[in-house]
T-cell receptor
């Protein structure tokens, strides 16, 4: 099973709302990632968790708050977003981040629209 | 200059054609090379994964890496309409953690 499951698939939220994106994998992977993808652009890395600890934050605004409750789950908490934050948010996981070349598997994404 | 260059296309071919997709890169530290396929409004799907130079074949797909030229390719034989998607190359060094993506090539295979 190489599946990464993301919920919800679609989300529309107002600029004053608080919402959360969820990601789950059961492959025993110890690294999990959040990416943001705008139309016709490649995914952009936002956060990396390695062994449930935040290891990389790519200077993401604080209105995005990641959380890794356990090795299978990854959340992204959203608050006071702007319309320009509308994008496809992708979760990915891989075996490890200790060495290069670990195959990363992506979920189907949450399409977020901020109104 | 971007670390990874990929022609965004669009590329349109007839069904049954051989498709060649390419990326060039500038960072000599890249050791691991991947190709992802992304259908519209879906997440990227890992297609091919190769380490260092050489060829790897999987069904109708062949990935080639030429580290001396800093050039990677994905060939699709007997292309099908279901191959219509955006193809993203991605690469990584030995330190891990960050995939560097190309811009993606949009491919359409016409029946």
């Amino acid at each position: 099973d190489t599946e990464v499951t993301q919920t919800p698939k679609h989300l529309v939220m107002g600029m004053t709302n608080k919402k959360s994106l969820k990601c789950e994998q059961h492959m025993g992977h110890r690294a999990m990632y959040w990416y943001k993808q705008k139309a016709k652009k490649p995914p952009e890395l936002m956060f990396v968790y390695s062994y449930e600890k935040l290891s990389i934050n790519e200077s993401v605004p604080s209105r995005f708050s990641p959380e890794c409750p356990n090795s299978s789950l990854l959340n992204l908490h959203l608050h006071a977003l702007q319309p320009e934050d509308s994008a496809l948010y992708l979760c990915a996981s891989s075996q490890d981040t200790g060495q290069g070349g670990t195959e990363a598997f992506f979920g189907q994404g949450t399409r977020l629209t901020v109104v | 200059q971007k670390e990874v260059e990929q022609d965004p296309g669009p590329l349109s071919v007839p069904e049954g054609a051989i498709v060649s997709l390419n990326c060039t890169y500038s960072n000599s530290a890249f050791q691991y090379f991947m190709w992802y396929r992304q259908y519209s409004r879906k997440g990227p799907e890992l297609l091919m994964y190769t380490y260092s130079s050489g060829n790897k074949e999987d069904g109708r797909f062949t990935a080639q890496v030429d580290k001396s030229s800093k050039y990677i390719s994905l060939f699709i034989r007997d292309s099908q309409p279901s191959d219509s998607a955006t193809y993203l190359c991605a690469m990584e060094g030995t330190s891990g953690s960050r995939l560097t993506f190309g811009e993606g090539t949009q491919l359409t295979v016409n029946p």
